[in-house]
């Protein structure tokens, strides 16, 4: 089941990596440093999950929709290179992110049936191997021809098999699943994205699955975004903006896909000549730390001091700074030229927790016997936001 799991994983990530993070907008330059920093955090957060899952915090379920999501943005983070001129292909990026395979792979992997797949041996197939993929991808097919109404099993199926390389196959694939498991809006879609991608545009027969999808469901959210696209592509900004409007509603106004969205709607809305809205205020968080005087005596003028925004659930930092407590106390401002990867900004949170620890080890990763402090805050807010490093880490 692992395997499986695995595989899943890495098919979706391969896929999205290096065609969509590209084409949404410039990268910022990481050193080897920031690098570093990327995968000590993801360590630190990795144990705090195991912590919490040994204590009975979260249960097995949890932990694991959590350490993959993590490992999702640690994989997204990190490929980042240093920007160009070529500005963003927004059309082609929302081609290529509509699908969002890896949710669908996971919904998957929760709401079907896992155990159709037996993990093979190691001293037959090693981990990674082309042999693992083609066996697992055979087994499914194996599986879907008893269970031929499973339409997220066609969906990774086919999937599975674009991602081999084997078009022709996959194509062939999404038909049998319309033929067995019906005119299910997600497979039409899904089998739209895949030609779109192929012929780089929406035009003929992407187009028209869209349509059928939208009129099986009318809100559903990948045959929308795709509509919008196809729509834009002919000049149609009216129709685009009402498409993406109606997928707006149902979508949270943070994140990656949001923000994208909105880059669209205000493109198509500066095509027909509308007026645009006012930028939002930039996220920066001026910041005051200062170290508790009963912790003083325990720490060092040349100790590393770590300062970091993440999600207030947690997950990797979105930004992060280094200093030393000799620094303290410190004023200083955290943005977006402290991100920590492509794609995410502080911006796209309502809230965030900013920490400030004192490590021992001089390492990223929280241990024992470090000195921290943190606050919620909101990234917009104009007020400088004080920390104190109080406590002392179990």
């Known amino acids: 089941m692992t395997l499986f799991v695995s595989l899943a994983l890495l098919l ?3 896929v999205l990596v290096p065609v969509l993070l590209p084409l949404l907008r410039p990268c910022m330059v990481r050193t080897a440093g920031r690098e570093a920093l990327n995968v000590a955090l993801f360590q630190e957060r990795r144990d705090e999950l195991a912590q919490e899952l040994a204590e009975d915090a979260i249960s097995a379920e949890q932990y694991e929709a959590a350490r993959l999501e993590l490992e999702r943005d640690l994989l997204l983070n990190a490929g980042a290179e240093e920007p160009g001129e070529q500005g963003p292909a927004r059309t082609l990026a929302a081609i290529v992110g509509v699908g969002v395979p890896l949710l669908a792979a996971l919904l998957y992997l929760q709401l079907g049936a896992p155990d159709f797949v037996d993990p093979p041996a190691p001293a037959q197939h090693p981990a990674g191997s082309g042999m693992d993929m083609a066996a697992l991808t055979q087994q499914l097919a194996k599986r879907l021809e008893q269970s031929p109404g499973d339409v997220q099993g ?3 199926l086919g999937r599975s098999l674009v991602m081999q390389k084997r078009y022709q196959e996959a194509a062939e694939t999404y038909e049998r699943a319309l033929e067995r498991a019906g005119g299910h809006p997600d497979l039409l879609t899904d089998y739209a994205e895949m030609l779109a991608l192929q012929q780089g545009s929406m035009r003929g027969k992407a187009r028209e699955l869209v349509e059928r999808a939208l009129r099986l469901d009318p809100d559903a959210q990948g045959a929308l975004w795709l509509a919008g696209v196809a729509a834009f592509e002919e000049a149609d900004y009216t129709a685009a903006i009402s498409h993406w409007q109606q997928l707006q509603k149902q979508l949270p106004e943070e994140g990656d896909t ?3 969205l909105r ?3 205000n493109e198509a809305r ?3 000549g509308e007026p645009q809205p006012l930028a939002e205020a930039a996220a920066m968080l001026r910041l005051h730390i200062t170290l508790a005087p009963a912790l003083a005596a325990r720490a060092q003028p040349d100790q590393v001091l770590f300062i970091m925004a993440r999600p207030p659930e947690g997950g990797m930092p979105i930004a992060a700074l280094r200093r030393q407590v000799r620094d303290l106390p410190l004023k200083i401002v955290l943005d977006d030229s402290a991100a920590l990867g492509a ?13 400030a620890r004192i490590s021992r080890s001089g390492n990223a990763a929280a241990a024992s016997g470090d000195l921290e402090g ?6 917009r807010q104009v ?7 109080g406590k002392v880490r179990e």
């Open 12 to 14: 979706t990530v391969l």
């Open 154 to 156: 066609w969906m990774l």
């Open 258 to 260: 949001a923000a994208l």
């Open 263 to 265: 880059d669209n709607l």
């Open 270 to 272: 500066a095509r027909l």
């Open 343 to 355: 794609g995410r900004s502080l911006g796209d949170f309502k809230r965030v927790e900013v920490v």
């Open 374 to 379: 943190s606050v919620l805050v909101d990234p």
């Open 383 to 389: 007020e400088p936001v004080e920390i104190l490093i």
